[in-house]
T-cell receptor, first 112, second 114 residues
């Protein structure tokens, strides 16, 4: 089945700098790539997503990039703030969108 | 907006015990999921269901059973709890289908096996 690799597992950045998380997938039929943020004690929540007909999407400080040829996608958080400290998960879904496979997560720490 | 309710929030079981986790959603979503969350291992798919009475195995289905009794509910059974097992089980739902839409999660059931 589909596998999603996510790196790094832990990321520490200084407040105000950028943070980047990278994911790769195996199934070339995957066409939907969401990103979820999970704060301590909370459930994961969707923060941004990208579909296979796009290469780049931005919502405020969040930028996602998709390279379909390389089967890679990434999340970039610009001007990080303490509130960005959380666990982030990338995911990929199969062509019928029922089965959503998540990466192992990145624990982002934004240092003051 | 809707909500996903998982019960119980905390579950303590004994080794070998059969344990059932319950999940209800009022989004009227077709697709429901059970994920297991372990530190350092992310969210691993146990079972999912695309409609009432449907069951599909995920990558981690061994040792678990599931039941989609009706559209709004999806239960997960740990068939034989393993000693020292600790994990959070997350139920989720989505519209599913070709819309590739958002997955909504419940707040989880935290399992401890003694």
């Amino acid at each position: 089945g589909e596998q999603v690799e996510q790196l790094p597992s832990i990321l520490r950045v200084q407040e105000g700098s950028s943070a980047s998380i990278n994911c790769s997938y195996e199934d070339s039929a995957s066409n939907y790539f969401p990103w979820y943020k999970q704060e301590p004690g909370e459930n994961p929540k969707l923060i941004i997503d990208i579909r296979s007909n796009m290469e780049r999407k931005q919502i405020q400080e969040l930028i996602v990039l998709l390279d379909k040829k390389a089967k890679r996608f990434s999340l970039h958080i610009t001007d990080t703030q303490p509130g960005d400290s959380a666990m982030y998960f990338c995911a990929a879904s199969d062509t019928n969108a029922y089965k959503v496979i998540f990466g192992k997560g990145t624990h982002l720490h934004v240092l003051p | 907006g809707g909500i996903i309710t998982q019960t119980p929030k905390f579950l303590i079981g004994q080794e070998g015990q059969k344990l059932t986790l319950k999940c209800q959603q009022n989004f009227n979503h077709d697709t429901m999921y059970w994920y297991r969350q372990d530190s350092g291992k992310g969210l691993r798919l146990i079972y999912y269901s695309i409609t009432e009475n449907d069951l599909q195995k995920g990558d981690l289905s061994e040792g678990y059973d599931a039941s989609r009794e009706k559209k709004s509910s999806f239960s997960l059974t740990v068939t034989s709890a393993q000693k020292n097992e600790m994990a959070v089980f997350l139920c989720a739902s989505s519209i599913g289908g070709t819309g590739n839409t958002e997955v909504f999660f419940g707040k989880g059931t935290r399992l401890t096996v003694v």
